[in-house]
């Protein structure tokens, strides 16, 4: 198999926009291929991370981009894997360049979610569930990710007071974040008194919906060293998924398809947690995070929740975890999250995050979830 | 690259059905995994084509067919390239297992449309186009086919009844079909008396909305021959796309994409038209076949609306070209259609294909486009 490299990237911010994915699209393509300094003629396809794009009257994404960046005539589809979405379609794009298939590729996803009421966003969200057991009966990803909550403080101990400092932990990392759907710091006290959702958890644990989009170019390494660029290693790739319906799996504090395709990757690329300087989890609950942390390996079950309270994953700490702010700050418009971890991920490994570098950051790896774990891909990457 | 190759597959009838694409689809899956005698913990994943499972609230399909098939950690994509998203699935699985990344994958789709209204339904499909500029302001595909074909009878100087003839022909290949939405013969004259969509193109014109799944299995040779399956090679694989809205197009009487697909795909497989014995062509409409055959290479310009009135492209001509019944009889379950186009030339290259067997099937090519060509894959198969 050959090296595969991101070469370029760009995202737009992530927030709520009178722009159409189509636009968010083609902008996030468009600026990853300046990023990149490659001839657009040279795209051999385009990945595309997108799961609601249907609420917008408009599918088949593919040719309307590629219209627009003026390669026509290059493949693009777009994958659906809910909120995983963004790094399936990264992972396809690996596959075709390092299985020889193509020698360069664009993955990228978005999401435009804004124009639509909580109620029916929502309702659509929960479209990536078990419908007919889980979002048809009531019960959408709030309600599931509680359970998921609840499990997990009845095994573990946790408190509500552990969430809301993985919340408080995002939201500083995404006030360093211009790109960021809400930048602003909040306080323990500011979740605990924030509106109920459901119980455990409360708006201040959960991400906001957001429109953005995010897009990276990925080549072999001979074309990131004849454009001179410097490139950033895809080490590990993986995908896994898990039974779909939460109420069937034997426990609900864990995602199986986080572990598997997390000891995927991490065996491809050759490294354990204690290598991994830095990386960016699926936090689209609190809950999510500190389970995220647990199934990957980087923590023992029962320590997630408190890692933040306890300073370990703030950028400064032993294991820093969403420096970028995470779903929960930075933003979560679904199809785009995954490739958005990428870009930031880039960024760090380049140095060039800014207020929110993470020191001697080498290796990092992104951690993408769909639904409850239905769907998971990991990817690990290195400079 | 390894050697790929289909040693299983599946269909559901395709029709009206009182089933969810979840049902469908976890029919077609576990049919063709029993066809292929693989042990279903050796498969790698599973691409789905589905262009519009979203309207029946249900997205993320991987996870629940592959918890119904009892392997939930397979990872499972849901792609979409509109009409093409079956054949781009199976582009996909081929590239997985081509470049080295798994030994046995699925590739399937489906789609359930019956419960949608003909206006609602239009308007779905319309969502594949380019919406801002077609869709959205009432043109929808029947009136995009009907300017492709205003432009072709405008150029070659064809007629309605030459279309009519397509239908007729594939009708009759229909009729012998068990597994076709439209198991019944029609005349010239019904075809000219049918109700007029969009001028000139008629009711008998168009492909019927179906619902349905499909789905094979690929592997490598090496699999192939420990299972003791009679292989099916793929022996070419290319994707492209054109501008995605019509009016943007040079030309409004062929479809780009088409043309550079094949073009690849055959090269791959070492053929030219005329080492190719039949055809599975995207016929959602009658010009739509002619347009194929023509952009294929298998006839000049001009020539492929009057194949079908000349026997050309009959079971017994000299390029039998939807022995199946194609999209127009055999139906057109959005995204199973690509996939079901490889289950039939499987069947008829293994000379399976009962009394719409083609003789002498030794190599075949599959068309799958999506839209009005936005997209295209292309297969050669071959035994």
Redesign the interface.
Known sequence: ?RKVCVIGAASTKYGRFDL?A?ELLSDACSAALKDSRVDPKRID?NFIGN??S?A?????L???V??TLGI???????????CASGG?AFR?AY??I????ADVMLASGVERVSQLDTITAT??F???????YE??NGCSFPGLYAAMARTYFQKFGATEEDLAAIAVKNHENGALNPKAHIQKRITVEDVMKSMMVASPLKLYDACPFSDGAAAVVLATEEVAKQLGVEPVYVMGSA???????LH?RADMASI??TT??GEKAMKQAKVTPKDVNLLEVHDCFTIAEAMALEDLGFLKRGEGAKAAAQGITRRDGRIPTNASGGLKAKGHPVGATGIGQIVELREQLLGKAGARQVKNARVALAHNV??TG??CAVHVLGV
């Open positions: 198999m159409t189509r396809g799961a609601f249907i917008e009257k408009q599918g088949h593919g040719p309307l590629m219209t026509p005539e290059a493949p693009a589809y777009t994958i659906e894997t809910a399936s396809e596959v075709n390092a299985g020889g298939f309702s659509y929960a479209y990536g569930s078990d419908y007919t979002g048809g995908r896994a998924g898990s039974i779909a319906a069937e199986p398809s598997i395709a769909g639904a239905g769907s």
